[in-house]
């Protein structure tokens, strides 16, 4: 199987299929129209699937063999995000956009189940395509993974297109890709009363900005400098009137880090800062942390696998480097289960040098480099039937 042959005959269907996905994009728990798309081309494919947590689908291709079990994922879902671009393909619902590349993960991944497909008479394993919903939200690995249906998988692979890498490279280190995920809330209470008089009241806003201000101290002394730690209040909600001091304030953030050990200790680290802080000026607080999502890690056996899996399809000289960055990412629950890999598909170009990063209203990428990202499922595949066998 000439792989990357295969992949670009096939490249006005992967196209086609992105533009369409982008002009319908759908947020996190109601990908009800992506979802059916992609059962509509399972379907002309051949390959059956079950529906799992609403919206997303697992579909099983089998070869000659039962096993090994190989898992290749994608995310559906987009952002609520009023896309600004000029594409001809544009979002055509209102405040919704596919700013991450997910419309690009699903067609490639329906490219590699068509060319699987197409040559399972080649296999020597069985295949899961994995459509995953509510990436964006953080949870919907969780909910696919509940399901039971991927306890058996012996290797999974999952990718982000990537505008930080030239398009036509591919990333597959080993180790940490992605830091892990923590969000917060945090309600600092005081005492409300007159702005002119503050001494007979207990103003949130001062205590939430001391607040916000030692938790810097966090990177600076609370951790390894080695370590990556990011903790970083995003929002600051206080207050109806220019002279009344409020009763309370709210913040939100969020915290990264590679190192586990030092994921399961911020939690502590950061309320322990918030309750001296308030404690010092005679407020209280409330704090819930309330998602955690671990680091996504990519395992070692599963890079080298990778790396042949690119030198054979692609070729070596489209291999790249690239530390981990500190995004989050829900594949990490499959790779706590599972060993595998998280791939970086390049996909900027000159005339997108980074001007627009994911999450941009303005966002695009180089649709060439999908193939890059298609070629290396199969292929992954491959290569992956005969390590596990």
Same mark, same amino acid.
């Given at each position: 199987?000439?792989?990357?042959?295969?992949? =670009?005959?096939?490249?006005? %269907?992967?196209?086609?299929?992105?533009?369409?996905?982008?002009? %319908?994009?759908?947020?996190?728990?109601?990908?009800?129209?992506? #979802?059916?798309?992609?059962?509509?081309? /399972?379907?002309?494919?051949?390959?059956?699937?079950?529906?799992?947590?609403?919206?997303?689908?697992? #579909?099983?291709?089998?070869?000659?063999?039962?096993?090994?079990?190989?898992?290749? *994922?994608?995310?559906?879902?987009?952002?609520?995000? =009023?896309?600004?671009?000029?594409?001809?393909?544009?979002?055509?619902? +209102?405040?919704?956009?596919?700013?991450?590349?997910?419309?690009?993960?699903?067609?490639?991944?329906?490219?590699?189940?068509?060319? @699987?497909?197409?040559?399972? +008479?080649?296999?020597?394993?069985?295949?899961?395509?994995? $459509?995953?919903?509510?990436?964006?939200?953080?949870?919907?690995? /969780?909910?696919?993974?509940?399901?039971?249906?991927?306890?058996?998988?012996?290797?999974?692979?999952?990718?982000?297109?990537?505008?930080?890498?030239? #398009?036509?490279?591919?990333?597959?280190?080993?180790?940490?890709?992605?830091?892990?995920?923590?969000?917060?809330?945090?309600?600092?209470?005081?005492?409300?009363?007159?702005?002119?008089?503050?001494? &007979?009241?207990?103003?949130?806003? %001062?205590?939430?900005?001391? !607040?916000?201000?030692?938790?810097?101290?966090?990177?600076?002394?609370? &951790?390894?400098?080695?370590?990556?730690?990011?903790? &970083?209040?995003?929002?600051?909600?206080?207050?109806?009137?220019?002279?009344?001091?409020?009763?309370?304030?709210?913040?939100?953030?969020?915290?990264?880090?590679?190192?586990?050990?030092?994921?399961?200790?911020?939690?502590?680290?950061?309320?322990?800062?918030?309750?001296?802080?308030?404690?010092?000026?005679?407020?209280?607080?409330?704090?819930?942390?309330?998602?955690?999502?671990?680091?996504?890690?990519?395992?070692?056996?599963?890079?080298?696998?990778?790396?042949?899996?690119?030198?054979?399809?692609?070729?070596?000289?489209?291999?790249? =480097?690239?530390?981990?960055?500190?995004?989050?990412?829900?594949?990490?629950? %499959?790779?706590? *289960?599972?060993?595998?890999?998280?791939?970086?598909?390049?996909?900027?170009?000159?005339?997108?040098?980074?001007?627009?990063?994911?999450?941009?209203?303005?966002?695009? @990428?180089?649709? +060439? &480099?999908?193939?890059?990202?298609?070629? $290396?499922? !199969?292929?992954?595949?491959?290569?992956?039937?005969?390590?596990?066998?």
């Amino acid at each position: 199987m000439n792989v990357m042959e295969l992949i =670009q005959q096939n490249r006005e %269907y992967t196209v086609s299929l992105r533009r369409e996905f982008h002009q %319908y994009p759908e947020l996190s728990w109601k990908e009800f129209r992506t #979802a059916k798309r992609i059962r509509e081309e /399972l379907d002309k494919f051949g390959i059956p699937y079950v529906e799992v947590a609403g919206t997303g689908t697992i #579909a099983t291709l089998k070869g000659k063999k039962d096993h090994p079990i190989i898992g290749l *994922r994608c995310d559906i879902d987009a952002l609520p995000i =009023q896309e600004m671009t000029n594409l001809p393909f544009r979002s055509q619902n +209102d405040g919704v956009m596919h700013a991450c590349g997910h419309d690009s993960h699903m067609a490639m991944l329906l490219t590699a189940a068509k060319v @699987l497909s197409e040559h399972r +008479d080649e296999l020597e394993c069985t295949v899961k395509f994995i $459509f995953q919903p509510a990436e964006e939200a953080m949870n919907g690995a /969780l909910k696919v993974l509940e399901s039971g249906l991927l306890d058996t998988l012996d290797t999974v692979a999952g990718m982000h297109i990537f505008p930080k890498l030239p #398009a036509g490279t591919i990333s597959v280190d080993p180790g940490p890709r992605y830091t892990s995920a923590g969000f917060m809330k945090i309600k600092i209470i005081g005492k409300s009363g007159h702005g002119a008089m503050p001494e &007979s009241a207990v103003d949130p806003i %001062y205590v939430g900005a001391k !607040v916000v201000d030692a938790l810097q101290s966090i990177a600076s002394r609370e &951790s390894n400098p080695n370590d990556t730690v990011v903790v &970083s209040i995003c929002t600051f909600h206080c207050g109806t009137l220019p002279n009344i001091i409020a009763e309370w304030a709210e913040l939100t953030g969020t915290v990264r880090t590679f190192n586990p050990k030092l994921q399961k200790q911020l939690p502590g680290i950061i309320e322990r800062i918030i309750k001296g802080t308030c404690e010092a000026y005679r407020a209280t607080y409330e704090f819930d942390y309330y998602i955690d999502i671990p680091a996504t890690i990519t395992d070692a056996h599963c890079s080298e696998i990778s790396r042949r899996a690119v030198e054979h399809s692609i070729g070596e000289e489209h291999l790249i =480097q690239f530390p981990g960055t500190p995004g989050g990412e829900d594949f990490s629950y %499959y790779l706590e *289960r599972t060993p595998g890999v998280y791939a970086f598909v390049g996909c900027r170009t000159p005339e997108n040098d980074c001007l627009y990063e994911l999450h941009s209203d303005k966002f695009n @990428l180089d649709e +060439d &480099s999908m193939l890059n990202g298609a070629a $290396f499922y !199969v292929q992954y595949t491959l290569e992956a039937q005969e390590e596990f066998a």
